[in-house]
């Protein structure tokens, strides 16, 4: 569901929702053979619910275009089944793992015109990622639960910056460059044989910075566009 609203000639309101839930049940002998040495059973469910919040504008000056807004993500997740690898010899166990995921964000970003060729892009995004499971396992054959019920925690609080400048060299010429930020959040194995692969929780996130130059163009009449650009990661 989008609703858009004219707040002013100049400010705009945007509101974005959306919801998606799915389940399935599947099952396989993951070994490609004919033999009986990899069965597998699963069933999968999630849940998502997403909103998100824009505000954007222009100064009455014309020379300073802005947004801001809130994003914000909650999903729910459970996958349950049992696994036969070389069948009460190898590994047969009984799983169930159960994951609750919330996101939200707050960020802004503008493009102010310093003079006519020369303009100046700054925006700014703070992130806060939770994710939590619940692992289960057991030996079928001893019934011996090898993990059981244990809740792995990972959450990541981040602010990610960026700047750049852009240079309107002619009506279809533009050069530019930009330092950004961004990261992934953590997270953890998705499938644990033992206790010890979820006792210590899970892995931290990944940091990025990139510094990009480039130029963009539109010739012959605007019946070719050339891009091209250069970045360092």
Do not use: C
Request: aromatic fraction near 14%; proline fraction near 3%.
């Amino acid at each position: 569901l989008t609703v858009e609203w004219a707040a002013s000639d100049n400010v705009q309101f945007k509101s974005v929702t959306s919801y998606r839930e799915w389940e399935n049940t599947f099952g396989r002998d993951s070994d490609g053979s004919p033999l009986p040495v990899d069965h597998t059973w699963d069933t999968s469910i999630h849940e998502q619910f997403t909103q998100e919040f824009q505000l954007t504008g222009i100064a009455a000056n014309s020379r300073l275009d802005w947004a801001t807004g809130l994003f914000f993500y909650d999903a729910d997740d459970s996958n349950q089944g049992w696994n036969f690898l070389y069948p009460l010899f190898f590994l047969t166990t009984n799983h169930k793992d159960v994951q609750t995921d919330e996101n939200y964000a707050l960020f802004a970003h503008f493009t102010y015109d310093l003079t006519d060729v020369l303009s100046i892009t700054g925006g700014l995004r703070y992130t806060d990622d939770q994710k939590n499971v619940t692992v289960y396992r057991q030996d079928f054959v001893t019934g011996a639960v090898t993990i059981p019920n244990t809740r792995v925690n990972v959450d990541a609080q981040k602010t990610s910056p960026k700047i750049g400048l852009n240079w309107q060299l002619a009506d279809n010429r533009m050069a530019y460059v930009q330092w950004a930020t961004g990261f992934r959040a953590g997270g953890f194995g998705p499938r644990p044989s033992n206790f010890y692969q979820v006792a210590n929780g899970g892995f931290g996130i990944e940091d990025l910075e990139t510094l990009e130059g480039g130029l963009k163009t539109d010739l012959n009449d605007g019946r070719l566009r050339l891009n091209g650009a250069v970045f360092f990661s």
